[in-house]
């Protein structure tokens, strides 16, 4: 019989749907959205613009002590912004880390977060990780990925 | 997990992928030739590729895989992941399927590594069922990272 990967508790999965390339912010800025892809000052997605996005989801309720969470991530595919989409299978990065409420951005303290898969699909992207310390805690699953590819305008 | 959970059970299996020195969107061989039946899938994304590296044989239950991606210059960091694959007929990345899967099957990500002109990535396959893989590598031709 294999090895699984038990979580005790039970694992939890939350789902995330990005929001679609033109509504993405642009190169250099920070905007936030909640879980359906729609700008929210209080969401739990964060997306940051570099040339490729850095996108940080923030699970809804606290992760408890021992317990998997599985940030699911959807409409994931790499588009032009008001142009083609070029894959929907394109490699990307992840992360897993505590998260400070106060200041609503990823932190590091005693806790040790195990990240355990990150894992891509057509169009999905997927990231394990576990809270392996003694207490619950906010945590996000980070990814970084082009997503949406601003072009100079032309003549520039 | 430990390192001790590695020495236990099914033997690793163990792939090694030859980059091409000139990646184009394309299908390739693990010698780096192009190839519609071979086992490399690359995208290029402005300046960067990503690579997909199929495991030759699926991953059983509780089995680790190791790839080796050769001919990535340099010794920068980079990305680089493990995830179930759709195995599919001739033709590139998303046709006849050949695509990666975030499906029922966790394949964990038990390490990176990196060497001057090589990645080394090992995952396991943490589910019941035996099930492809694949390895994903995230670089920029060249350049070292």
């Known amino acids: 019989m294999a090895e699984t990967k038990a979580s005790s508790p039970p ?8 929001p679609a390339a033109a509504e993405m912010p642009p ?9 359906q892809g729609r700008r929210a000052d209080d969401g739990n997605v964060i ?14 309720q606290q992760v408890l ?27 990307m990065d992840g992360a897993a880390t505590e998260w400070d409420m106060s200041i609503n951005a990823p932190a590091i303290s005693d806790a040790v977060i195990e990240l355990l898969a990150i894992e891509r699909g057509v169009g999905v992207g997927r990231v394990v990780c576990r809270n392996a310390y003694d207490a619950d805690l906010w945590l996000a699953a980070g990814i970084a990925a082009p997503i949406a590819l601003f072009l100079p305008p032309s003549g520039s | 997990m430990n390192a001790s959970s590695l020495e236990k059970g099914l033997p690793m299996i163990f792939a090694r992928v030859r980059l091409p020195d000139r990646p184009k969107n394309g299908r390739y061989n693990a010698l780096g030739r192009p190839d519609d039946a071979g086992n490399v899938f690359v995208v290029e994304i402005g300046p960067t590729i990503h690579a997909w590296a199929v495991f030759p044989e699926d991953l059983r239950p509780g089995q680790a895989g190791t790839m080796i991606f050769d001919n990535v210059s340099g010794s920068g960091i980079l990305d680089v992941i493990v995830s179930q694959w759709l195995r599919g007929g001739k033709g590139p990345l998303g046709q006849n399927l050949n695509q990666p899967h ?3 099957a966790v ?19 943490s589910s019941q069922a035996e099930v492809s893989a694949a390895a994903g590598l995230l670089y920029i031709p060249g350049t070292g990272g």
Do not use: S
Not at chain 1, 47 to 60: A, E, L, P, Y
Not at chain 1, 73 to 91: E, K
């Open chain 2, 107 to 125: 394949i964990l990500h038990l390490a990176r590594q990196r060497a001057k002109g090589a990645v080394k990535v090992v995952g396991r396959n």
């Open chain 1, 11 to 18: 694992a939890r999965t939350e789902y995330v749907r990005l």
């Open chain 1, 27 to 35: 190169p250099g800025e920070t905007w936030t959205f909640d879980a």
């Open chain 2, 102 to 104: 975030a499906g029922e």
């Open chain 1, 47 to 60: 997306v940051t613009n570099f040339g490729v996005q850095f996108v940080w989801m923030r699970f809804q």
């Open chain 1, 65 to 91: 002590a021992g317990q998997i969470a599985t940030m699911i991530v959807t409409n994931l595919v790499t588009q032009i912004v008001d142009g083609p989409q070029i894959t929907a299978a394109c490699v």
